[in-house]
Nanobody, 122 residues
Framework: QVQLEESGGGLVQAGESLRLSCSVSGTRYSAEDMGWYRQAAGKQREFVAAISPGGYMIRYGDSMEGRFTISRDNVIGMVYLQLTSLKPEDTAVYYC???????????????WGQGTQVTVSS
């Protein structure tokens, strides 16, 4: 079975940065599209970013405004999300996912990690 484990979250002040990591095992990671989603308390899960196996296709959610960067290391099975210029509205649990691009749009699968909490104070 696919196993995803997110890490790197924490409590930071507005304007600071965090680097989230997702360890992937139990799947052909190098051949899979990967994505990040987030879910704030009382809100629906929101698309953050996605990346294709070779990194040639990358998509970001509309709310990211160039502040987030997704990357991956296929050799060690890791996906990263660099968060910069964090705002209080970025507070959420961040999840990684094995999904797929279809006609340029990323669609998540049913495989999710436990998530990592990011809390941004004013």
């Amino acid at each position: 079975q696919v196993q995803l484990e997110e890490s790197g979250g924490g409590l930071v002040q507005a304007g600071e940065s965090l680097r989230l990591s997702c360890s992937v095992s139990g799947t052909r990671y190098s051949a899979e599209d990967m994505g990040w989603y987030r879910q704030a308390a009382g809100k629906q899960r929101e698309f953050v970013a996605a990346i294709s196996p070779g990194g040639y296709m990358i998509r970001y959610g509309d709310s990211m405004e160039g502040r987030f960067t997704i990357s991956r290391d296929n050799v060690i099975g890791m996906v990263y999300l660099q968060l910069t210029s964090l705002k209080p509205e970025d507070t959420a649990v961040y999840y990684c996912n094995t999904g797929g691009f279809r006609d340029g749009t990323y669609y998540p699968s049913n495989d999710w990690g436990q998530g990592t909490q990011v809390t941004v104070s004013s």
